[in-house]
């Protein structure tokens, strides 16, 4: 089954009328630049004094916070580590994930222009603060409680 890919508008609709999660999964700093309100951030990736690398806990995280079943909306900057990260949660046996194009801040054509508008340019809701129980901090810790 081929991956389900929307515009942010739409994702944001999803999220509205048909009981959708955003799941972001930017870096830290990132995410507490800005986000989408309301979204879970669980890094694909992390920055590292060598540039970005791979979350090892990206899916054990993902796994144990949403059921199998959960809708979720999957997102990031441009659309490139979502759609990394939605397929690899397809292959995990997730059954209702869909990817947002065009990320937080739009994907760019080959000459670094916004090519297509993302959550942000849409003028959809932003936050700059997680709310209780979604942020990497809680979410990677929450193992250590459980």
Known sequence: MALRRVKPVE???LIDEEGYVYLDVRSVPEFE???PTGAFNVPLMHMSPVGMQSNARFLEVVTRVFAKDAKIVVGCKSGGRSLRAAQTMEQA???AVVDQLAGFGG???GFGRVS???W???GLA???TAETGRSWTELEQEKARG
């Open 120 to 122: 942000q340019a849409a």
């Open 33 to 35: 630049q800005g986000h």
């Open 116 to 118: 297509e508008p993302g």
């Open 107 to 109: 994907a760019a054509d």
């Open 11 to 13: 994702a944001k609709r």
């Open 126 to 128: 932003v936050s700059t």
């Open 93 to 95: 046996g997730f059954t």
